[in-house]
């Protein structure tokens, strides 16, 4: 089931895939070099093993000259992009199979060390890239794998075992096809995570933009009530004090027609319950809060039924942005898909409150039940939407102590959402919301209020 939001839509990307820090490539590449000058300088010098040291530090100088060239031509703060950054990965892949193949190939062991570059491309690049690269890598392993110079043994003629040396390059093969998948897998979950979490913070944001201008109106409607009293006042004696065939009487009746009309607009101001600074309207009752969710919600082609399942007394609770974001967007999704009515039954007891929100349309997608909460599950596949409503809505009221869950009511007959929270959290009068008042209004509260 895919979710919609209240307020106005916010345009959101994916971040940003295929690219590089150049600082980052760049460090990673000098890195490699130290290394392999130290392992040819402890195998050729300390082992005594007489390797092509002249064609491998060509080999070595070649990375090198790209770090030197890279430093000129780029800003490190800089980032590579896409194909310029598969490019350079590439030329270490190609770098390091001509370095092995001067050092006895597959039999070397450090032909484990394929599998940097591809990883690191598959946490950095676009799966297209890192498929390419990861191809790329095999088809060195496998030219390797038969063609290479054999390393200087101390026993002459000695040869690994066909057996072994196949069951190296199969290692080979399937680390490098596994890892990169499954960095990748890993990397592009984190993409996600993050692209959704900034699109919560997208919408709480706005959410509390309208509760400031909610306050914004009900402390404007306070403030000008006053004097807008006093000239509604002053106009009315000098009507009466008027002849009827005065000049000035019109004028006085069009004055205080208008002056009745500011009062009225300010009045409903007042009443508006997003105004989040004054307590009457942000500290409301769990069934007044359902209640005004109906109100909002419900429209011609769909109605939005209440049913209370408690009669004492209502927790009080706070009207935060989360709790009016989180379940506005829900109540909104199931008029979506409702056929006719939804439902909104809440209940409570001293241990938790708990509100269920069920529709009578299809229900949930099985496919998609076991995922929802997840960012970018959507059940409308090619409509445009990230499929972020459900993770949205289940970030905000986790925020405030809430539990989440989805369910089919029967098959075909509609879908239906959970919302628990335990009773000591949300309710406003409860002994543990008390505790905090007493700890707020503690020395330096007082101090305050002494000031004023």
């Not at 069951?167 to 692209?195: H, K, N, P, Q």
């Not at 039940?369 to 970030?395: A, E, H, N, Q, W």
Request: charge should be negative; charged fraction near 15%; hydrophobic fraction near 50%.
């Amino acid at each position: 089931m895919m979710m919609t939001s209240r307020i106005a839509p916010v345009r959101l990307t994916r971040p940003a895939m295929g690219r590089v820090r150049v600082r980052t490539l760049l460090l990673t590449r000098w890195l490699a070099i130290l290394g392999q000058i130290a392992a040819l300088l402890v195998v050729h010098e300390l082992l005594d093993f007489a390797l092509p040291m002249i064609p491998a530090m060509a080999t070595i100088g070649a990375s090198l000259a790209v770090n030197l060239w890279i430093i000129a031509r780029y800003d490190l703060s800089q980032w590579h992009h896409g194909r310029a950054a598969a490019g350079y990965l590439a030329f270490d892949i190609v770098q390091l199979a001509a370095l092995l193949y001067l050092t006895g190939g597959l039999d070397n062991p450090f032909a484990l060390l394929f599998l940097v570059p591809v990883t690191i491309s598959a946490t950095i690049l676009s799966l297209r890239s890192a498929v390419c690269l990861g191809l790329l890598a095999v088809f060195c392993v496998t030219l390797l794998a038969l063609f290479h110079l054999p390393l200087p043994w101390s026993t002459p003629g000695f040869q690994l075992p066909q057996l072994y040396a196949a069951a190296i390059w199969i290692s080979l093969i399937l680390g490098t096809v596994f890892l990169m998948f499954y960095a990748w897998r890993v990397a592009e979950e984190a993409r996600r995570m993050s692209d959704a979490l900034a699109a919560t913070q997208t919408a709480l944001s706005q959410e509390r933009e309208l509760s400031a201008l909610g306050s914004l109106a009900a402390a404007a409607a306070h403030e000008l009530g006053t004097p807008l009293g006093t000239i509604a006042l002053i106009t009315k004696e000098l009507l009466h004090g008027q002849p009827a065939d005065a000049e000035t009487q019109t004028d006085l009746e069009v004055l205080d027609g208008e002056v009745d009309r500011c009062r009225t607009i300010l009045a409903s101001l007042a009443r508006n319950p997003s105004a989040g600074a004054d307590p009457a309207v942000s500290q409301m009752n769990f069934d007044a809060l359902v209640a005004d969710l109906a109100a909002r919600h419900g429209d011609d082609a769909t109605v939005v039924m209440v049913k209370a399942g408690a009669t004492t007394i209502p927790p009080v609770v706070q009207r935060s942005p989360e709790l009016v974001q989180g379940l506005g967007n829900l109540v909104e999704n199931a008029t979506e898909f409702a056929k006719s009515q939804v439902d909104l039954e809440y209940t409570w007891n001293d241990e938790q409150v708990e509100l269920s929100i069920s529709d009578d349309g299809p229900g949930f997608a099985a496919h998609i039940l076991g995922l929802l909460g997840d960012p970018y599950i959507s059940t409308r596949p090619g409509s445009g939407r990230m499929g972020l409503g459900v993770f949205i809505s289940k970030t905000l009221l986790e925020r405030t102590g809430a539990a989440l869950h989805f369910f089919n009511r029967r098959q075909g007959l509609g879908a239906t959402v959970v919302i628990r929270w335990p009773r000591h959290i949300i309710d406003l009068t409860s002994e543990h919301h008390a505790k905090m008042d007493s700890a707020n209004s503690g020395p330096l509260r007082q101090v305050s209020q002494g000031e004023r």
